[in-house]
């Protein structure tokens, strides 16, 4: 049944680019940019939803003091709906 799905849909891990670092493994998350974008850990199998409609980036490659991952900077589209 997964060689089925395999064929018609690419998985997590083949798809995104490495973005910032997660705070469980310290290794690279991926963004996953196609809706609804979301970051994805390899290693840990964690996927964390992101804000939509809007502009995402990493923010100075600064890290949260409770929970060590990298923060993520989100603005909004002006012309969001």
Do not use: W
């Not at 849909?9 to 809706?35: D, T, W």
């Amino acid at each position: 049944m997964d060689s089925l799905f395999e064929v018609s849909f690419s998985s997590l891990a083949a798809s995104g680019k490495p973005f910032v670092r997660c705070g469980k493994c310290r290794r690279y998350m991926k963004l996953i940019e196609s809706k609804p974008s979301r970051l994805h850990c390899e290693t840990c199998k964690d996927t964390y939803n992101l804000p939509q409609n809007g502009l995402i980036k990493g923010f100075k490659e600064l890290r949260c003091p409770l929970d060590e991952f990298e923060l993520v900077q989100y603005a909004a589209n002006n012309n969001a709906k």
